[in-house]
């Protein structure tokens, strides 16, 4: 099975997985291979490494996307996803007026929120597939996802936003008549006012102003919660399922696949990376080696050995699991990824058996 053939009319191809697994990897080693079949792609990448991203021209990357020369008839862009900077670009999307705009922006609560909030980052990585998706600039948009704890937090993301929103401790601070916050104030306006003579920083009236103005967005934020849950949910979008071949990564995988079916969400595959895959024929003939050096080796090929039963052991039980869903194989390279050569080696394997062109998805492009 190749990746070509699980893509096959579809505009979105998210990555998920644990951390570590090989997400910016492979959403970077997709992104190339669809170019190389043609398609103009783009890939929004988050946190990628060092070497990966100077070889792909990223350092400078803001939010923006990036064209990555390749010589091939397709196209390919990159964007490295900033949170920050695409809660921003909301706000002055959302924002009724320029003033609402400039209080919110430069507001302290707001800065925190932008930055700190749990699951900001995922939501934010949504937002921006939502609106680049919305623009239709591409044949075939590749999400990579952040390297969160738990990967669930990903599916999560846009009801989280919902949720705050709609939350009481949200409305309270909204109240028309602002009783709550008086309320709030006479609770804890001591502190407060501590703080403020202390440190010079009016909390209580940042809090205040935030959530004011905040109130006159809150709709915008909800309507796109919605848009954005619905997109990840069309038949045009696909989850790939990024694992390593190791014993709890494969349970996590399992579950997180339950997850996203019962969200009602399209599973595309599983991609187990860094397989420990063993050469058919064993080691060489060791007998002309230094008999110390001949030992090493045939331990080395042992401990190997072991590494790669404990895999296909795994990748079996995942298989039986997954049922007739496509899985693919990558194995343990020699080397770090981090240039086309590399990811032309990956892709050896994500495309293995399939044609050499892809037609745009029909309406795209
Ligand atoms: N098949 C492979 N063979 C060898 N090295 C690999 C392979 N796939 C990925 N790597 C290397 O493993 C490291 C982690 O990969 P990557 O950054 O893609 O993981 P990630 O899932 O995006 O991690 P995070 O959750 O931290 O974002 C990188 O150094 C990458 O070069
Ligand atoms: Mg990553």
């Known amino acids: 099975m190749s990746v070509a053939s699980i893509l096959e009319g579809k505009e979105i191809c998210i990555c998920a997985g644990a951390g570590g697994v090989g997400k910016t990897t492979t959403s970077a080693a997709i992104a190339v291979g669809m170019a190389r079949r043609g398609l103009k792609v783009a890939v929004l990448t988050i946190d990628p490494a060092r070497r990966l991203a100077n070889s792909l021209g990223l350092p400078e990357l803001g939010n923006e996307e990036r064209r990555i020369e390749l010589d091939s008839p397709g196209e390919l862009w990159a964007m490295m996803l900033d949170a920050k900077s695409t809660f921003d670009e909301i706000v002055e999307k959302h924002a009724p007026d320029a003033a609402t705009r400039d209080a919110v922006l430069s507001n302290r609560i707001y800065k925190e929120l932008s930055t700190a909030v749990a699951g900001s980052q995922e939501y934010m990585a949504m937002e921006k597939l939502h609106e680049l998706h919305a623009e239709g600039r591409y044949d075939l948009l590749v999400l990579d996802t952040p390297p969160s704890r738990n990967a669930l937090d990903f599916l999560d993301a846009p009801d989280r936003l919902a949720r705050f929103i709609d939350s009481r401790a949200l409305h309270f601070f909204l109240a028309p008549s602002r009783t709550g916050l008086k309320i709030f104030s006479r609770g804890t306006g001591l502190l407060f006012s501590i703080l403020k003579r202390v440190t010079g920083v009016d909390l209580l009236q940042d809090l205040s102003d935030f ?105 079996d039980e995942l298989t039986a699991d997954i049922g007739d869903r496509p899985l693919i194989i990558v194995p343990y390279l020699d080397e770090d990824i981090h240039d086309l050569e590399g990811i032309g080696a990956i892709n050896d394997h994500l495309f293995a058996g399939s044609g050499a062109t892809a037609v745009p998805a029909e309406g795209a492009g």
Do not use: W
């Open 211 to 315: 959530f004011a103005s905040f109130g006159d967005m809150a709709q915008g934020f909800r309507e796109r919660a919605q848009a954005v849950k619905g997109l990840l949910a069309d038949e045009r979008t696909t989850f790939l399922l990024v694992t390593s071949p190791a014993h709890e990564a494969v349970e996590e995988a399992k579950f997180f696949r339950d997850k996203i079916e019962e969200a009602g969400m399209p599973f595309g595959g599983v991609i187990v990376n860094r397989m420990h895959v063993e050469e058919p024929d064993g080691p060489e003939d060791l007998t002309s080696l230094d008999p110390d050096l001949a030992e090493k080796v045939a331990r080395n090929f042992d401990d190997f050995h072991a590494l790669a039963q404990r895999d296909r052991h795994n990748v």
